[in-house]
């Protein structure tokens, strides 16, 4: 970000604008050439005076050209904000009062400096909003805009917004991906630490998917578009921290509601002072001073740190949830496969019915599982990389039961044994103990079962002994599983609760069920879990890179896999609220201390002007401790993790 030399100059106009929508562009630099025309006719003013001292009636009129140049701009604004009730133009408000009430009494220098000044202030104070945005913005800048597009053998340097699904594009070392896509020639290491958070480099080879926003590291990559500008991944979760930027949460009502009588209370104080002490500079000064920038500031400097921190970890916040039911939350729901598992299910023994061979039966259950992105489907398709199987069947995936798929008079099930006993298919449970039990099925014939075996994450049993220390009073894993395999990892892990066998609409029924009596989180994939995790108080989508599903049902989405985040989200959400009540408390004490002072007359109105922003700055100063503190916890995540 650059900074802020020339106050007068095109190189704040430029630094401010980074981040600003085109109206606001616009308001800026109309404010920045408000407060040159105010600075221009102050100058002249003062001029003027040295040169023609007697003449009072000229010098004051440049002055008043001075004010209305930079005042009408404040005035008009601020009766925008008394029509429409919008006390986020308090301070207009006061300010027009003080420059009214300063033209009013003669006082026209009074008038012209009370606006400038503050307008000076504002603007270092939005530099330091400005910079807490940093990591979201820098996040933005990391999709390319241009590709370099293989078409008929010839390399084309082409605009990103003009790829199409499809198109084959190349990228080279240290180049950046510019859309979503997957590789289909060469291998490379991929930086996904902009979306993810980790540090450590991701190996790609042919089929692999990659990122937009993403960094190639050192090979020569082809890779297939499947998702054009507009609709990547990384698009969507840019438009989400846009919006996350002006989350509101309940705590924010206190300070709404005390707003509605800040300003009656404030006129009503600078004029008992007037009427007191016959002194109509304190009145301004009361006025000027008790501008309430710091109010304003209360929860929105918060939010933009911690969206800042969490975006660094790979933690995408969607809504004001995170603050208001993460830091209370006592009831952790985990899904198992790919959650609290690592999702590689391998193949660890299979058991043939009416197959000839074991070929036989992965094939058959390849020619639907190649469809799906289910872990267990991908574990059968790898078994038949070297193997043909056939993909003109039309394939459904029933979501927590298995794949069903269809050819003329040929129909295949891939599935649960629960499943496919409902089906009428007489299968047998003799393997469940074994592991996840898949059947195939071809034309009612049983072809046999493949068992596959899936492993706790490393970190699984630390984060939910870490997740009770921080007050979480029970965890609880829901899984579409057998009772073996699951009660397998509950145990494993030290899983408070376990239920089986549950259907997606099952897991939902429970997580509604506990929320009556409690705070409910749910974590995970954001496939299968879509309805619970958009009905907790709380849904987290793990890996969500990538799942469009997880973007959308989740409050929460983690681009990664690591489960660490998940404690250190709640630990984020508590500091937040602590910093937001804080807040609340030294906004408040400040614009009480700087009204005292100038009714008492200690402050005059120009020096209000500089000192009323205090409060503004202890509260950035405040909220900023959240970007500390998350630097810290995240190192202390990491050594634990190590």
């Not at 202030?121 to 999709?143: N, T, Y």
């Not at 291998?187 to 998917?209: A, C, I, M, N």
């Not at 508590?574 to 400040?590: D, E, G, P």
């Amino acid at each position: 970000m650059k900074n802020i030399d020339n106050i007068a100059g095109s190189s704040l106009i430029e630094s401010g604008r980074e981040y600003l929508s085109d109206k606001d562009k616009e308001k800026f630099q109309n404010n920045i050439l408000s407060l040159f025309g105010a600075l221009v006719c102050l100058a002249t003013g003062f001029i003027y005076g040295k040169i023609f001292p007697e003449q009072d009636i000229v010098r004051a009129f440049i002055f008043l050209a001075g004010v209305l140049i930079i005042g009408v701009p404040v005035f008009v604004t601020a009766v925008q904000g008394l029509v429409s009730k919008n006390m986020k133009y308090a301070m207009e408000i006061l300010v027009s009062i003080a420059m009214i009430v300063s033209v009013l009494s003669g006082n026209f220098l009074l008038a012209i400096l009370i606006p400038v000044i503050l307008t000076f202030v504002h603007f270092l104070e939005e530099k330091s909003i400005m910079g807490g945005r940093d990591a979201i913005e820098g996040l933005k800048k990391m999709q390319a805009d241009n590709a370099i597009m293989l078409k008929d053998g010839t390399e084309i340097e082409i605009s990103a917004k003009e790829l199409k699904r499809g198109d084959i594009i190349i990228i080279r070392p240290g180049m950046s991906f510019p859309v979503d896509g997957e590789v289909i020639f060469g291998v490379s290491s991929v930086d996904q630490k902009s979306l993810t958070g980790e540090s450590v480099p991701k190996t790609v080879s042919t089929g692999d998917p990659v990122f937009a926003g993403t960094v190639n590291i050192d090979g020569s990559i082809q890779v297939k578009v499947t998702k054009e500008y507009s609709d990547t991944s990384f698009q969507k979760i840019v438009k989400l921290l846009e919006q996350s930027e002006h989350i509101t949460i309940p705590e924010t009502k206190i300070v709404d509601k005390f707003m509605f009588y800040y300003i009656p209370i404030t006129l009503v104080t600078a004029l008992l002072v007037w009427l007191f002490t016959k002194d109509i500079t304190r009145a301004i000064a009361i006025l000027v001073a008790s501008c309430p920038c710091g109010l304003l500031l209360i929860s929105s400097a918060p939010m933009i740190a911690v969206l800042a921190a969490a975006a660094k970890r790979g933690i995408l916040i969607k809504n004001s949830s995170f603050v208001e039911h993460l830091c209370e939350t006592d009831y952790v729901v985990f899904d198992k496969t790919g959650t609290i598992t690592n999702g590689i299910l391998e193949a660890s023994s299979f058991h043939l019915e009416q197959a000839a061979d074991f070929d036989e039966l992965v094939t058959t259950a390849a020619c639907v599982a190649h469809a799906s992105l289910h872990p267990i489907s991908k574990s059968v398709v790898s078994l038949c990389e070297k193997k043909d199987f056939r993909r003109d069947f039309e394939i459904k995936e029933h979501i927590g039961k298995g794949l069903e798929g269809k050819k003329g008079d040929e129909i295949i099930y891939f599935g649960s044994y629960s499943w496919l006993r409902s089906l009428g298919c007489d299968v047998s449970d003799k393997y469940e103990d074994a592991g996840t039990c898949n059947w195939v099925v071809k034309n009612r014939k049983i072809l046999g079962c493949i068992v596959f075996k899936d492993t706790p994450r490393e970190e699984a049993g630390q984060v939910v002994s870490q997740l009770k220390n921080i007050g979480v009073s029970k965890t609880c894993l829901l899984t579409g599983d057998r009772f073996q395999s699951a009660q397998r990892i509950q145990t494993a892990v030290g899983i408070d609760e376990m239920q089986c066998e549950l259907l997606p609409e099952q897991k939902l029924a429970h997580v509604e069920d506990m929320m009556k009596e409690h705070i409910v989180t749910v974590i995970g994939d954001g496939i299968n879990d879509a309805l619970a995790l958009s009905k907790a108080h709380i849904g987290i989508a793990m890996g969500a890179i990538g799942s469009d599903t997880a973007i959308q049902s989740a409050d929460i989405a983690l681009m990664n896999n690591n489960l660490a985040n998940i404690p250190y989200a709640i630990k984020l959400a508590q500091k937040t609220k602590s910093v937001i009540y804080q807040n609340i408390i030294l906004a408040f004490s400040v614009s009480i201390v700087m009204i005292f002072l100038a009714g008492a007359g200690i402050i005059t109105p120009i020096a209000g002007a500089f000192l009323h922003n205090i409060g503004a700055f202890i509260i950035l100063i405040n909220s900023g401790r959240i970007m500390a503190k998350s630097n810290y916890a995240k190192k202390r995540v990491n050594e634990l993790h190590e």
